[in-house]
């Protein structure tokens, strides 16, 4: 009893402040997150000051008529005559090119006031302010439009709105600018990557694990995967460039298949080089969710006489699928932020079509955010922060599928 | 090979190395049909290395090599011709600790009998088969239940269940109850007593008692070498070999 | 290994032999009573066989208890079976002991129709064969269970003897016959202590290895 000196004081408050330590830590993350999440949003929303370049008694089919109260024959009538009578700066061309894009027919009302709007009144956000600007200096914003831009008016617009998502990509000026490019791209380019490496991954773990045996050149596979999966994901890129666009470019750019026009740089060939970029994750985790089932699981099922692929297929694979399924989308998560790599590839920096098969060129999410935010116009941060909230909207996504796949498959098993 | 009979087993001169480590010598012994035998012995002293190469579980075990004959109808397990896969049809095996798998009751007593080609009514198959573990009381209203909800005596007489679906001739049980509470034991030692009407078991337990109470005959082991082999009632009562006599008494091991 | 175990056989084994040592002397009071017409000797005897009867029932309980508690095999169960069986004709032979005190009281006052000289033999006969058919049941020693089984041959023909002296004796005197046929009785349960001695020389025996032997 003599010999303990148990200084529970002492103990007590070493223990006291730790605890406060990791607070504080944790405290730090969560500051972090929400001063991003902030920043984003505060970016998103905002005053704007239009000022249309052409008025619009001038160039309305129907002038008395308000612009909002224009039908959508009124609209289309508007924007033809206008084009073909080049009363503004929207020309036959580019009518055209809207038109392939999508007919006027087919738009809606909406859609063809806002191309009315853009395209022909050539509405311009003259000066955007943020969202707490906005909200706190009002009065000033409201004196500042007046005396520099008696001519405009002031708007509050959503960056981040539906149309952001739908529109197209267009250069010149933020506020004509979509996504719709980018994402379908992202869409695509994932597609082909979780293709090609979900089902090569799989196979490699399985046949590492259950498999291969245990000597040198195993050994030495294993090593290397595990090195790829810590490699700079710009060498892929550069593997990417040399072989998927330089090397096989026949095959990737559509020439062997008798696509015209083109090059390796193609969706395909980003496709190929994320799949190959997440390939080793994929086997990694994998390999891992296989290792965890215990032999016990194995050895019940040869005791009844089973082979070894049946073994595998049965029961090794069923038991693990809810970790594979976890791992392989915490993956994609990853390749979907992937920037590097693609802009060695090729990513076009301006798309002006969408990508519309294995052969088209392409743009992701992360490369779009990227271009835009080196544009020099200051609007531009504005759909930067739009396409960085959708993209993080897009990986929440994603994560709350793979914990769905976790606790759902989780549950079917308990409950069966 | 006329598998009409349920056979035994009969081992000549079997050498069992894991690496370096020889840990079965010269072992020849012979299994008789329709009866329990019980081996014996010490930790380590190579009964459940024995075991697993009746039906060739250790050829999973990359280190671990077999010689000599295991002859079941007349035939050795460890031919050249031989698919170990098959032999563990004939020669199944319920292991330690209880390992249903993680599917329905039903599906676990149908699936080995599925892959092995099982034509008839499954149903009627796996009713059968939990009744004769004297499970089906327990489990009749929840088949499609997951097997892992189960108590650990009700999964482990699954188990069995599940191995007697694929119609073997010889049963291996590695410690069967070794995990198991006092009742669940007495509910599968019961068991033994009918399965041994259609089978053969050979047992490897720890348990004295449970080998005195359950088998026909038993053979004491003692670091790889068969140190003795009788029917149950001499070597309980009165066994030739000293060291038999020294390990059954508690005195070592 | 199991040292609980390996005492608690000791233990048994020891009160086997204190039972053992407890019917010797009162063989050997009562037959000093017996010669020398000692009743108060005798009485001794008979309030001693208390103790015999406990020492049976406390070591048949403690050989159930040790079968329920460590589940013997082999060797040691056939010796706690052994003991067990023998400790009946142990307290059998202890009877006998008072058969003769009980003999010796009741003739305290006669004069002996003849110096007593075999039964006093037997007597002492019983004693060593007791003696030594525990010892060999503890000590699991086969010759000496043979040895003192064949020393069964010298009982049977003491009680010969015995009654061959007496029935002539009877014969000769009528007044003789009272005590005569006492005696004759007490040399016949004599004789019967030896027949329990070897009992237990076959109980020895089966413990040593399993085997049941008549001799």
């Known amino acids: ?346 990513a076009s920096a301006f798309l002006t079509l969408d990508p519309s098969g294995l052969f088209s060129k392409f743009t992701t999410l992360p490369i779009q955010i990227f271009t835009w935010s080196q544009m020099a116009s200051p609007e531009f941060r504005h759909v930067a922060a739009a396409a960085i909230v959708v993209l993080l909207v897009l990986l929440l996504g994603l994560n709350a599928v793979a914990i769905y796949f976790r606790t759902g498959i989780q549950k079917a098993k308990d409950a069966l | 090979m006329n598998l009409d009979n349920t056979a035994g087993l009969d081992l000549k001169n079997v050498n069992i190395h894991y690496g370096d480590f020889h840990a079965v010598h010269e072992l020849s012994m012979d299994f008789q049909s329709r009866e329990v035998t019980a081996l014996i012995g010490p930790s ?109 005596g009700q999964q482990q007489r699954l188990c069995i269940a599940r191995t007697i679906a694929v119609q073997p001739q010889i049963i291996l049980m590695d410690e069967p109850t070794s995990a198991l509470d006092p009742i669940s034991t007495a509910k599968i030692e019961d068991l033994l007593d009918e399965l041994k009407k259609s089978y053969t078991i050979i047992i490897v337990t720890h348990n004295m008692q449970q080998a005195g109470r359950v088998s026909d005959k038993s053979a004491f082991m003692l670091t790889g070498v068969l140190e003795e082999f009788g029917t149950t009632n001499e070597i309980f009562f009165n066994p030739k070999n000293p060291k038999t006599e020294a390990y059954i008494s508690g005195r070592f091991g | 290994m199991r040292d609980h175990f390996t005492q608690e056989i000791g233990s048994i084994n020891q009160d086997m032999l204190k039972m053992s040592v407890i019917i010797e002397e009162n063989i050997r009071k009562a037959c000093k009573a017996l010669v020398t017409q000692d009743a108060k000797l005798a009485k001794e005897v008979m309030s ?68 007593l000289i075999d039964l006093p033999k037997m007597l002492t006969l019983g004693e060593e064969m007791c003696r030594d058919a525990v010892l060999a049941l503890v000590n699991g020693d086969t010759a000496l269970a043979r040895s003192t089984a064949a020393r069964d041959q010298e009982m049977d023909s003491l009680n010969k003897q015995v009654n061959r002296d007496l029935l002539a004796l009877m014969l000769d005197d009528k007044d003789n016959i009272k005590q005569g046929t006492r005696l004759q009785f007490l040399s016949r349960f004599l004789e019967r202590m030896g027949d329990h001695a070897v009992t237990i020389c076959s109980w020895a025996l089966y413990s040593i290895d399993g085997r049941h032997e008549e001799f």
């Open chain 1, 1 to 346: 009893m003599s010999d303990f000196h148990p200084n529970e004081k002492g103990r007590k408050r070493t223990a006291g402040l730790w605890n406060v330590v990791f607070l504080a830590a944790t405290l730090v993350g969560v500051l972090s997150l929400v001063t991003l999440v902030t920043s984003l949003i505060d970016s998103c929303f905002g005053y704007v000051v239009l000022q249309d370049a052409y008025a619009y008694s001038e160039v309305s089919v129907a002038p008395d008529k308000a612009l909002a109260s224009l039908t959508k024959d009124e609209l289309v009538q508007t924007l033809r005559t206008t084009a073909e009578a080049d009363l503004t700066d929207l020309t036959t061309g580019r009518l055209r090119l809207l038109e392939m894009d999508r007919p006027l027919e087919v738009r809606t009302e909406d859609d063809l006031r806002n191309l009315v709007i853009t395209e022909v009144l050539k509405s311009e956000i003259k000066k955007s302010w943020s969202l707490m600007e906005s909200l706190s200096q009002a009065p000033a914003i409201t004196e500042f439009q007046k005396s520099r831009y008696p001519d405009g008016h002031l708007a509050f617009r959503s960056w981040l709105s539906p149309e952001f998502l739908t529109k197209a990509q267009s250069g010149g000026k933020a506020e004509s600018n979509g996504l719709r490019g980018a994402i379908i791209g992202s869409l695509w380019i994932i597609l082909i990557a979780i293709v090609i490496a979900f089902p090569i991954g799989l196979g490699s773990a399985i046949y590492l694990e259950e498999y291969a045996s245990d000597n040198w050149l195993n050994r030495l596979i294993q090593t290397n995967i595990y090195n790829l999966a810590g490699v700079p994901s710009i060498i892929y890129g550069m593997l990417g460039l040399a072989i998927f666009v330089r090397l096989m470019g026949p095959i990737t750019s559509g020439a062997i298949f008798g696509v015209q026009d083109v090059n390796g740089r193609t969706v395909f060939s980003a496709g190929l080089t994320l799949g190959i970029l997440i390939l080793p994750i994929i086997i990694i985790n994998a390999q891992e969710a296989l290792k965890a089932i215990p032999n016990s699981l194995r050895y019940s099922s040869y005791g009844v006489g089973a082979t070894k692929w049946q073994t595998i297929w049965h029961h090794v694979i069923p038991a693990s699928m809810d970790r594979i399924l976890t791992g392989t989308v915490f993956a994609v998560s990853r390749a979907i932020g992937e920037t590097a790599p693609l802009v060695v590839i090729g």
């Open chain 3, 48 to 115: 001693d066989d208390e103790k015999v009867n406990e020492l049976e029932l406390s070591i048949t309980d403690r050989c159930v208890l040790f079968i329920a508690k460590e589940q013997p095999v082999a060797s040691d169960l056939r010796h706690i079976v052994a003991c067990l069986k023998a400790v009946s004709d142990m307290e059998r032979i202890g009877d006998y002991a008072v058969h003769a005190a009980r003999r010796a009281k009741d003739l305290a006052d006669e004069k002996y129709i003849k110096p």
């Open chain 2, 44 to 152: 380590g002293c190579g009964k459940s290395t024995l075991l697993r190469s009746l039906n060739r579980m250790n050829d999973l075990i990359p280190s671990a090599k077999t010689t000599g004959e295991i002859v079941f109808h007349g035939k050795n397990v460890y031919d050249t011709d031989v698919d170990p896969v098959q032999v563990r049809r004939w020669i199944g095996m319920v292991f330690q600790k209880p390992n249903p798998f993680p599917k329905s009751i039903f599906e676990n007593v149908a699936w080995g009998a599925r892959i092995n080609g099982y034509k008839g009514d499954m149903e009627e198959l796996v009713v059968t088969s939990i009744q004769r573990v004297a499970l089906w009381d327990e489990v009749k209203d929840k088949l499609q239940k997951p097997a892992l909800a189960l108590s650990g």
